[in-house]
């Protein structure tokens, strides 16, 4: 199993560029999460899908979009990228039931300038 | 607020014990975790505790958590150079909500 995978690695963009981060996970979880992480500040959720068929914003949703594909595929876009948006994603799935658990991908590096 | 804390920096002698500190804020969250970020890499799951439970005990990783004062730790023994990484703690207040702390950067000194 490969577990979540994240394409691409690294991207730099310009300001109003738009790009889309991929996601994948190959361990039949229904729960897919989207994180940014900032220096000093922890992760924070950007969109949620519980399911497939469903999104939901999370605590900073603003200047992104999501598509839940399938059940494997989760991915990001941003728009009009900004440099505020420079930062690590990461992708995640949830354990279906029990300890519900976030199994994470390797993150990719944003860069905008 | 909703703001999961943790101290910042962690520094250690290799061979002793690591005490990395996390307070967390809703006291219905079900389950708590203890996340590893090695340089580069994403979270990586080390241990959960189910909120019943006082103490969970894994290899040389113990958690023992605190409801009452919404206090959980996680003790490494015998820490290595290999324990040195970044250690988030999460929780879970909602059903597919959750909710990390600021990470603590565990240095390992050989």
């Known amino acids: 199993n490969a577990g979540v995978t994240q394409t691409p690695k690294f991207q730099v963009l310009k300001t109003g560029q738009s790009m889309t981060l991929q996601c994948a996970q190959d361990?039949?979880?229904?729960?897919m999460y989207w994180y940014r992480q900032d220096p000093g500040m922890g992760l924070r959720l950007i969109y949620y899908?519980?399911?497939?068929?469903?999104?939901d914003k999370g605590e900073v949703p603003n200047g992104y979009n999501v598509s839940r594909l399938n059940k494997r595929e989760f991915s990001l876009r941003l728009e009009s990228a900004a440099p505020s948006q420079t930062s690590v994603y990461f992708c995640?799935?949830?354990?279906?039931?029990?300890?519900?658990?976030?199994?994470f991908g390797p993150g990719t590096r944003l860069t905008v300038t | 607020g909703e703001d999961v804390e943790q101290s910042l920096f962690l520094s250690v002698r290799e061979g002793d014990s690591s005490v990395i500190n996390c307070t967390y804020t809703?006291?219905?969250?079900?389950?708590l975790y203890w996340y590893k970020q090695e340089p580069g890499a994403g979270l990586q799951l080390l241990t959960y505790i189910f909120s019943n439970m006082d103490m969970k005990q894994d290899q040389r990783l113990t958690v023992l958590l605190n409801k009452k004062d919404k206090h959980l730790s996680l003790r490494i023994a015998d820490t290595q150079t290999g324990d040195s990484a970044i250690y988030f703690c999460a929780e879970t207040p909602g059903t597919y909500k959750y909710i990390f702390g600021t990470g603590t950067r565990l240095k390992v000194l050989a």
């Open positions: 809703d006291s219905s969250s079900t389950y």
């Open positions: 899908s519980a399911s497939e068929g469903t999104t």
């Open positions: 995640a799935s949830r354990k279906t039931g029990f300890s519900y658990e976030q199994y």
């Open positions: 361990m039949n979880h229904n729960s």
